[in-house]
């Protein structure tokens, strides 16, 4: 079964240094991996996503993430935090059929402190 | 000139009753889907519809039963709410197409509290 995993619930960080939000996963084939942000009483946004190509993907509000293979990691990063960062944090694998439903990991909540 | 808009956002009713969530995209899109929040804020896909039609169907009661009049539009009708249908519920949208590669947009959400 294809699934991710966010070993941490919750991530602290003082604003200004930097943020990394871990995901894990297990796919068979190749993955297709996505990373959104909610913020509090608001939908999902789309940060980014790795389908193939540089490890190093860039995405919205300054967040990049990297694909690791040997690891089976994608970790959303970001070098310095904003206080307006706070929110909750899903990484997703997108299922290689071709209607690909997203399957999501428990989420990360990140509080960054001024 | 939202992408995906659904209504209401917020529903409070009681135990018995029925309603409807609403969904609209207008970025052309071929696929809709309803996910569900829960209160540990875990999410998961209820159904997902390609062009009017039915592709993904996941262990939903049958009570919940989703509509798509056309492809801009995926509503989600609830019939007898019990309490443990108080969750969020997601309205989402995407390409047709290479469906992996696309990305799915979600719309506001929609807090529905059953009392």
């Known amino acids: 079964a294809q699934s991710v995993a966010q070993p941490e619930d919750q991530v602290n960080v003082a604003e200004g240094n930097p943020l990394t939000v871990k995901c894990t996963y297990s796919?068979?084939?190749?993955?297709?991996l996505f990373w959104y942000v909610q913020y509090p009483n608001r939908g999902l946004q789309f940060l980014l996503k790795?389908?193939?190509?540089?490890?190093l993907v860039k995405g919205s509000y300054g967040f990049e993430a990297e694909f690791n293979k040997s690891q089976t990691s994608f970790h959303l990063k970001k070098p310095s935090a904003l206080v307006s960062d706070s929110a909750l944090y899903f990484c997703?694998?997108?299922?290689?059929?071709?209607?690909?439903?997203?399957?999501f990991g428990a989420g990360t909540q990140v509080v960054v402190t001024p | 000139d939202t992408a995906v808009s659904q209504t209401p956002k917020y529903l409070v009713t009681q135990m018995g009753n029925d309603k409807s969530i609403k969904c609209e995209q207008n970025?052309?899109?071929?696929?809709m889907y309803w996910y569900k929040q829960d209160s540990k804020k875990f999410l998961k896909i209820m159904f997902s519809?390609?062009?009017?039609?039915?592709?993904i169907n996941e262990t939903v009661p049958n009570r919940f039963s989703p509509k798509s009049p056309d492809k801009a539009h995926l509503n989600l009708h609830i019939n007898s709410l019990e309490l443990g249908d108080s969750a969020v519920y997601f309205c989402?949208?995407?390409?047709?197409?290479?469906?992996?590669?696309?990305?799915?947009?979600f719309g506001e959400g929609s807090w529905l509290t059953v009392v």
């Open positions: 989402a949208s995407s390409p047709r197409g290479q469906g992996a590669l696309n990305t799915i947009y």
């Open positions: 796919v068979s084939g190749n993955p297709y």
């Open positions: 790795y389908i193939t190509g540089d490890n």
């Open positions: 997703a694998v997108r299922l290689t059929d071709s209607w690909g439903k997203l399957q």
């Open positions: 970025l052309g899109h071929d696929t």
């Open positions: 519809y390609n062009n009017k039609e039915l592709i």
